[in-house]
Structures are given as C-alpha cells and as structure tokens.
C-alpha cells in the first residue's frame, strides 16, 4: 500500500520524502523492522521510540511517523510528522488493514466493574443466537470459538485491527471488547468505529495512573464523546455518573436500571446460590449468575442486545442458558458442604458487591471467612478501604499478598490493616504467603461454612519483584480442601 493511501484522514505536521512510497509491514516496536516497514516513533511512559529512530534507519525501515524530526533526515527514507504519534497510528492501523472495525458491529464495554462479565457474556450469547463472534477481554481474545491469549485489557491499536482483520476474513459479524481507562487515555480505541458503547459503573480504581476520580471519570466519558450518531450509548442510570457519560454524545441514548424508571429494567425475584430469576421488562427469566451486580450485568447484556436489534423472547432464551465467567463468582461445594467461592473482586465495590451477594444468600450459622490481598505498585487508597469492607461483612479475614509486585507484601499489608476498625481488629489475621493463607481459611471453615477467595479470579499467576509464577486460586483451594 502507498503511503499517501495509509495517510488519509491523518492530521500531518509536515512530510519530508515520498509519499508515494510503498509500505508492506507497520510496527511501532523497533526490533521487528524489516525493508519496507513504517515504524511508529511512541514517546511510552519509560521508553521513548525517538530514541530509536537512527537504529530502525540502518535497519532499512522506509516511512518513519514521529513527533520530533531527527537533527538529520537521510534520503530514502520518509519522515511524517504528526502531533501525536498514537492518534495517527490508529488511523493508519485502520487503513493498513482495511478498516475492520466498520465491517463489524462492534461494542466497547468500560466501567470500573463488569466490563469481562459483559463483554463475555454478549460473546456467549450472542454465539448462541447463531452469529460469528469476536471477544476482546482481559481473560482471553477469541475468534469464532479460537481462543488468543492477551496481555493487555484493551490491546494497543496495531494489534486491535490485525485482530479485527482476522475476524472479519472469519465472517465474524459481532465483536464485543472491553474498553479500560488506560486504552481511552493512551489511544488504542483511535481509529476504530463503534456500533455502540455500555458503561456499567465507576467506583475507586486506577488512581496510580489517573491521580484523581475525575479524570479517571472523564478518561471514559471521552470514549462516549467519540461514537458516531449511528451508534448506540448504553448506560447504568443508577450510578450516579451513568448520565454524566451521555452528555454530549452523539450517539442514541438508553439507560438500565434496578431502581428507577429507564428503557430497560430489572427486578430481583429469588437469588440463591444455584441461580436468579429475573424480571425484565416484565418478562421473567431464570439465569445461572447470582447477586445484583450480576442482574445488572445481565440486564446490560439483555439491553445491547435488543439494541443491535434481536428479538426480546429469543434474547431471553439464550440469556437463560449462559454460564459464569471464569474467576468471576465461581464456586463449587465440597463434600463436606463447605461453599468455596473464587471472584477477581479487586476495588472496594467489588469486594461489597460480593460479600452482600453471599451475605443475603448464607444462612443460619454459616460463617463467611474472606481471603483477600492487594497488588503491589498500584492505587495505595484502596487497600485500607479494602481491609475495612472486608472485615466488616465477614465473619473472619485472611489478609494475604496478591500481586505483590515490586512492593513489600508486609508493607502493603500494614497498609491494609490501617482501615480496619477498633470493633473489627479480632475478626483478621495476615498470612503474607498466599498459598498457606488459603490452607489457613480451609482450616477454619467448618462443615457449611463458605469462603470467598478475593482479588485474581481467573488470574493463573502471581508476580513477585518482576517475576511471574504459576498461581491459580481456584487450584490452590482445592487442593487445600482436599488436604
């Protein structure tokens, strides 16, 4: 493809060479650069891809997109400047691989809880009533049932249209992906065409990266801001942000809700641990997911669906036969009748979602013991909050590491139980070694008792000082229950 074809719709400083040039590979990591390749020079938060420009020129890349030209432009090669490398990289990944995104109907999910509940659901579901479907998650990426593993939550804009290529060349016609903080801000959604935007709630998370809730707030408002009249802006009116996310969109509005009137509602009729049933919208349906986080989910899934026009009795049929998401409420009882529970709950609203889910379903004399933890090098403010929440919906905690990371675990404990309050202090212990603190909970569950492993869910590692181990909690409880 010629440059000049790749540039359309980009917004250039000024270029410097041919812009008829040919271009057949494009990458922003200078390690992959072979001849003809375009390369994206990306000031990162530690690495800045400037500082590679004289290395990807001996490597004999052709077209260079920079936001600072090099002191000395050579022959041969064509400099393109831009304001933002990141923004005209999305709009060159979409020509490069031939605009996916708008061959699709794709649907961005954001918010701070539900986002891979939903976004895995919608793919499940929509599998069901006969599509071809994509899923871009935090767990995994899929292609009509071919599972590719991921790094990133919301992978960067390169290897979104690759993966929407992939899709569409299998005749997918659906793609549901989550849309996190860190991809709006960094502008790995640029470039992409949605055919509807869900947001399901914001609540504490990420303040490392953001600072304030503000600008976390507003960092995912913008992708509202930029779907297009066609679209579609699905919100949670009951979250007290749910309508700040439609101001200014040009996108049709709808809201859900459990509270209050909106286009799409819900009732909690029966909730126990073997299901719900549900009204929406008038119309009673029994599903398999438990608690009112997960009816908000489900009536979120239940609303985009009708939004992109499929039929309400058909939708309720398959909402019926979905099944729980990996490390998201996942529990299975032991022999014994001890209830083990394994959740990814990592904010404070997760964690409270949680345990007043099991706390309205335990009964009589069931004690609820909580193991939970904290990542390291992450949002400091929620972990005493975290301890506090933890402590005083459950019988007895477990403070334990998650992903320590490049902190001391000790320290980050310390942190933890500086929430816990004075009539809480004999409820806890800390076990710093996650491992052993899961032993300890199955060790003080009695017979019906029921405990909640917090914080990984699906996760099958655990990182310490850089280094990643094999760590799966839903392995670990059961080979402690069955010690």
């Not at 459990?258 to 549900?278: P, Y």
């Not at 007895?396 to 404990?413: C, G, H």
Request: charged share 25%; proline share 2%.
């Amino acid at each position: 493809m010629e440059l000049k074809e790749l540039l359309e719709g980009v917004k250039t400083i000024q270029i410097i060479g041919d812009e008829q040039v040919e271009v057949e590979h494009i990458t922003q990591d200078s390690r992959k650069i072979v001849e003809n390749t375009l390369f994206f020079a990306v000031k990162g938060a530690k690495i800045d891809g400037h500082s590679f420009i004289e290395q990807v020129i001996k490597e004999k890349a052709s077209v260079i997109v920079c936001e600072k030209l090099p002191e000395a432009c050579p022959e041969g090669v064509t400099f393109v400047q831009v304001a933002d490398t990141t923004i005209a990289m999305g709009q060159i990944a979409a020509n490069y691989y031939g605009r996916p995104s708008q061959k699709l109907r794709l649907v961005g999910v954001t918010g701070t809880n539900g986002k891979t509940t939903i976004a895995t659901l919608l793919y499940q579901l929509f599998a069901n009533l006969g599509y071809k479907v994509g899923l871009i998650s935090t767990i995994a990426n899929y292609i009509n049932g071919q599972r590719i593993e991921t790094q990133n939550t919301t992978p960067d804009v390169l290897t979104l249209n690759e993966l929407m290529q992939r899709m569409v060349t299998e005749g997918v016609t659906h793609c549901f992906m989550e849309v996190s903080s860190h991809g709006v801000a960094m502008h790995r959604i640029e470039g992409l065409r949605f055919a509807g935007g869900i947001f399901t709630n914001l609540t504490q998370d990420h303040l490392d990266f953001h600072k304030t809730l503000a600008d976390y707030r507003d960092t995912k408002k913008k992708f509202f801001d930029s779907l297009s009249k066609t679209s579609f802006a699905l919100t949670n009116i009951d979250d007290k942000n749910g309508s700040y996310m439609l101001q200014n969109t040009s996108a049709r509005t709808y809201s859900y809700s459990l509270k209050t009137m909106a286009d799409f509602r819900a009732t909690v009729l029966e909730n126990t641990f073997s299901g719900m049933l549900l009204r929406i919208n008038d119309k009673e349906v029994w599903v398999s997911l438990i608690g009112r986080f997960n009816a908000y989910n489900l009536l979120a899934i239940y609303a985009t669906a009708i939004c992109l026009g499929e039929d309400s009795d058909g939708v309720l049929l398959a909402l019926s036969k979905l099944t729980a998401v990996a490390g998201r409420f996942q529990y299975f009882v032991a022999p014994d009748k001890r209830t083990l529970i394994v959740d990814y709950a990592h904010t404070p609203d997760a964690l409270e979602n949680v345990l007043e889910t099991i706390r309205s379903i335990k009964q009589g004399n069931q004690q609820l013991i909580t193991v939970v933890g904290c990542g390291g090098n992450r949002d400091k403010g929620k972990r005493p909050i975290m301890a506090h929440i933890a402590t005083m919906l459950s019988d007895k905690v477990v403070l334990t590491s998650d992903n320590p990371r490049d902190e001391d675990p000790e320290a980050i404990l310390r942190d933890m139980e500086a929430g816990i309050k004075a009539a809480n202090q004999s409820k806890y212990m800390t076990v710093t070694d996650r491992r052993q603190a899961i032993r300890v909970a199955c060790h003080l569950a009695k017979a019906g008792d029921i405990i909640l492993l917090a914080g990984k869910g699906h996760e099958t590692y655990q990182e310490v000082k850089g280094v990643k181990s094999h760590f799966d909690d839903l392995e670990e409880m059961i080979n402690a229950i069955n010690d």
